[in-house]
């Protein structure tokens, strides 16, 4: 199946800083692109959907200004937390697709990131 | 709006067996089904497709089926392994939506 890269695999930031996670569909090219956020133990929850180049779709209750999505091309979904704190910890799933003869959303490996 | 459940949530058997995974869905209006795979801090692992004129789909061991008009899809794991363990998603994409509604997982045991 197709190969969906996220960056970094984790990342630890202090209260308040900037957090950039990439999104990298590696063997085709995706018009959109879904950004999830895990709680331990549960399901997926969408948080976006990410159009290339055009404005995010955010879903109902996720902060558009927290959560920044920038889809500059067929292969790159940057999701950026601003100002992050404690409760944005969280780990954060990307997803490609459908890829146009498989139909199948592929998705990345997550990004584990913890606020102190 | 668009509901998907999966019993149950967790399921443990020995190793050999062959089990059942169920997901039931509100909305019938599906364009198709899709089963997936997450080991524990990892991102899923797509194992099947079903689109919905299509009732069933095989691959090596893993077998699922797709009733739309009642609202279900069962994973069946023929001879199951240790290293079929892991939390098993089913996600529903709805006609004129690109999206996945996700059920809540089963969490799969496989006892050796």
């Known amino acids: 199946g197709a190969v969906v890269s996220q960056h970094p695999s984790w990342v630890i930031c202090k209260s308040g800083t900037s957090v950039k996670i990439e999104c990298r569909s590696l063997d085709f090219q995706a018009t959109t692109m879904f950004w999830y956020r895990q709680f331990p133990k549960q399901s997926l929850m969408l948080m976006a959907t990410?159009?290339?180049?055009?404005?995010?779709?955010?879903e109902q209750g996720v902060e558009k200004d927290k959560f920044l999505i920038n889809h500059a091309s067929l292969t790159l979904s940057t999701l950026t937390v601003t100002s992050a704190h404690p409760e944005d910890s969280s780990f954060y799933i990307c997803?490609?697709?459908?890829?146009?003869?498989?139909?199948?959303?592929?998705f990345g490996p997550g990004t584990r990131l913890t606020v102190l | 709006k668009q509901e998907v459940t999966q019993i149950p949530a967790a399921l443990s058997v020995p190793e050999g067996e062959n089990l059942v995974l169920n997901c039931s869905f509100t909305?019938?209006?599906?364009?198709?089904l899709q089963w997936f795979r997450q080991d524990p801090g990892k991102g899923l692992t797509s194992l099947l497709l079903i689109q919905s004129s299509q009732r069933e789909q095989t691959s090596g061991r893993l077998n699922a089926s797709l009733d739309k008009s009642s609202g279900r899809s069962t994973l069946y794991i023929a001879a199951s392994q240790p290293g079929d363990s892991a939390t098993y998603l089913c996600a529903v994409r709805n006609f004129g939506n690109e999206k996945l509604t996700f059920g809540t997982g089963t969490r799969l045991t496989i006892i050796p």
């Open positions: 990410s159009n290339e180049g055009s404005k995010a779709t955010y």
């Open positions: 997803s490609a697709g459908p890829e146009y003869l498989t139909d199948t959303q592929y």
């Open positions: 909305d019938s209006a599906i364009y198709n």
